[in-house]
């Protein structure tokens, strides 16, 4: 079975330093992956996605950037936190255009 | 770019009644996925559907293409059914929809 593995759970973070999010999905090769963002009480904006290794298609600028160094692995990051980057990160995949499922998320706030 | 009108954008409903939730696309989508958000955060997917209707439970979901919509039913709603309902769709771009806050009120 596919299983999706994001990391941290939460995290707690002062404005101005870096961060790293982290997902790992298992059980299928060459998948899409996705992040997305959720302000509190928003919709998901869709941030990035890769369809494969070592490949990343912005779709919103908000000064985060991510990498897929292997098939499995989907990494979120920014060197310099802004207040506005608090939120819901979720990291999600697919095989090529069909269903999408998501992880659990990380819960992101910027003090 | 591809937008997606939810409604209604909030909703209350007694334990065992049951109401519509709907879909507009501005722009022709391929398949529509609905999901419920829960108090955790955590996204369920509830259908998939590229054309037509699907039942599972007390949801029904119906796409229909041609004329852009979507629609997701909720019979019998139950306390457990209260949470944020999504429909989304797209490409590799997905757009979601604002999301319809359900409370089922016992």
């Known amino acids: 079975a596919q299983t999706i593995h994001q990391w941290p759970v939460a995290e707690i973070k002062a404005v101005g330093s870096p961060l790293s999010l982290g997902c790992t999905i298992k059980g299928k090769s060459s998948p899409n992956l996705y992040w997305y963002w959720q302000a509190t009480g928003g919709t998901l904006q869709q941030l990035f996605y890769?369809?494969?290794?070592?490949?990343v298609e912005s779709v919103v600028q908000l000064n985060l950037s991510a990498s897929r160094p292997k098939d499995d692995q989907f990494i979120l990051s920014t060197e310099k936190l802004l207040l506005s980057h608090s939120g819901f990160y979720l990291c999600?995949?697919?095989?090529?255009?069909?269903?999408?499922?998501f992880g659990k998320g990380t819960r992101l706030t910027v003090v | 770019g591809d937008q997606v009108e939810q409604s209604p954008s909030a909703l209350s409903l007694h334990e065992g009644t049951g109401s519509a939730l709907r879909c507009n696309f501005t722009?022709?989508?391929?398949?529509v996925q609905w999901f419920q958000q829960n108090s955790r955060g955590s996204l369920i997917n509830l259908f998939y559907?590229?054309?037509g209707t699907k039942e599972n439970g007390r949801l029904k979901s119906t796409f229909n293409s041609k004329e852009s919509y979507s629609t997701l039913h909720i019979r019998d709603a139950q306390l457990e059914d209260s949470g944020t309902y999504f429909c989304?769709?797209?490409?590799?771009?997905?757009?979601f929809g604002a999301g319809t806050r359900l409370k089922v009120i016992a």
């Open positions: 559907l590229a054309s």
């Open positions: 722009t022709t989508m391929r398949a």
């Open positions: 999600a995949w697919s095989l090529d255009e069909t269903e999408v499922f």
């Open positions: 890769s369809i494969t290794v070592g490949q």
């Open positions: 989304a769709a797209g490409n590799y771009k997905y757009v």
